[in-house]
């Protein structure tokens, strides 16, 4: 009964977060919902007693994802007169949810009748630590920084010159 309430709360979470991205005109408090969502994923982990998953999603989605989301978002400095017009936000809102039900039905019952229990044969999280740090490094500062460059080739585009 503990774990169904925990994870009713952190849907809450989620869904009140996935709601403040799309709703909010303003970009930081967009973010913040973004905050709340990857936290209630961490949360999720958690509940999944998957110690890595969790704090990994807390370190990397919060501490370097969202951290680097409200950089950019706080050096655009976008202003509400340059938003654009969105008159019908909310049916679109209401029509793409609509849409995507019959996809979710479809996952639930695929889920529903996988295996209750998965084999990890024999894998794990120092194994997957090790390897992750041995084999897969370059690979992932590589990403990191065409990541880095794209955010700040977005926000160079972004600004305004003052001149």
């Known amino acids: 009964m503990l774990e169904t309430s925990i994870f009713i709360i952190l849907s809450l979470f989620m869904l009140g977060g996935s709601i403040a991205i799309i709703t909010n005109k303003q970009t930081v408090f967009s973010v913040f919902g973004f905050l709340i969502v990857m936290i209630g994923f961490g949360g ?57 039900l019959p996809f979710t039905y479809l996952i639930y019952k695929t889920l529903s009748s996988l295996a209750k229990e998965f084999t990890t044969n024999g894998f794990t999280s120092k194994d997957i630590g090790s390897e992750l740090f041995n084999s897969w490094v370059l690979p992932f500062e590589i990403v990191s920084i065409l990541l880095l460059t794209a955010m700040i080739g977005a926000i160079v585009i972004a600004r305004k010159d003052n001149s």
């Open 44 to 100: 999720m982990f958690a509940l999944l007693d998957n110690r890595f998953l969790a704090l990994a999603q807390i370190m990397v989605s919060v501490g370097a994802v969202v951290v680097l989301s409200m950089l950019a978002v706080l050096s655009v400095n976008a202003q509400e007169k340059n938003l654009p017009n969105e008159p019908y936000k909310y049916r679109w809102i209401v029509f793409s949810s609509i849409l995507v």
